[in-house]
């Protein structure tokens, strides 16, 4: 059965035969799937660390370019969870891949155990929609040992730290995008609220920042986001974490860690809003947060 398109009428000119589809991106944790991302969409989006479990729910990216769009979801790395909040990180995963059009699996070249794991193996069992498999990191291994892996699982080999084969594998995306129009505006890159974005790369600063597991143990809320005619924008940001002792950690010898956090992520920050802003940081105790319901959903992740 075939049916007309229908026109796609946003920008200044229609588009003829538009192409559009949501595209997860999924993969074990740390392979880069964020950085993937970023990449194709050509903004820095989502955060990236060398920490695994970065990224905590989905992010959102736009992708458009003649006739496709391909709206990305950046989810969490698979992992077996264990406690309520990699619970609910495994269902962010879940719901991604149930929404896609195309789902985009990820594995890095570099880990020794370089084969698509488990959880990924379920998935793709049961998937009846286009799939692509990227090999990403192929620029920290030999090209024999790329290509033997590519050979096996049938995949395309790219460094989306370097670029390398990205326009490549852009093209095979676009190629499996189902037909139909724009869900967004050509120009449009993201949809999740500014907030979001702030809160997160404050939270890229902490995972850069603070070893061991201090990361994991804290959230960022962004409690207070005023635009002010004339001076520059206020935001007051929380840094939550599990205990007292922890805050003293964030807070470091005479408020120098903090001050460190709250330098970095502003300039982050300005560059992503592309405005000055004043950046308030402080930091509170919520203990076991990662644990109770209710403190997910405050803090987005639920
Ligand atoms: N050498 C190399 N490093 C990469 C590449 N892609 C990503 N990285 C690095 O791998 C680390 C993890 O990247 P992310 O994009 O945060 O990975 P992720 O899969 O989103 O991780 P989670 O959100 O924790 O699941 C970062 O240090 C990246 O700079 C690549 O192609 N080559
Ligand atoms: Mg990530």
Redesign the pocket.
Known sequence: MSEQIPDCEMGDEAIRNPKSGYVAII?K???????LMNALVGERLSI???K????RGRVLGIMSSGECQAVFW?T??MLEPKGRLQEVMTRQIRDSVRDADVLLALVDASSPKDDLDERMREILHDWQRPLIVAI??S??VETARVEKIVGRIRAVAI????GTHVDALKTLIEQRLPEGPFFYPPDMVAEQPERFFVGELVREEIFLKLGQELPYATAVKVEEFKERKDEKDYIRAVIYVERPSQKGIVIGAKGAMLKQIGQHARVKIEAFLDRPVYLELWVKVRPKWRKRERDLKEFGYW
Do not use: C, I
Not at 52 to 55: N, S, V
């Open positions: 993969g944790p740390n392979v880069g799937k964020s950085t990236v660390t060398p695994p479990q970065t990224t950046d969490p790395g990403n990191k620029d920290l460094s989306a730290l370097r």
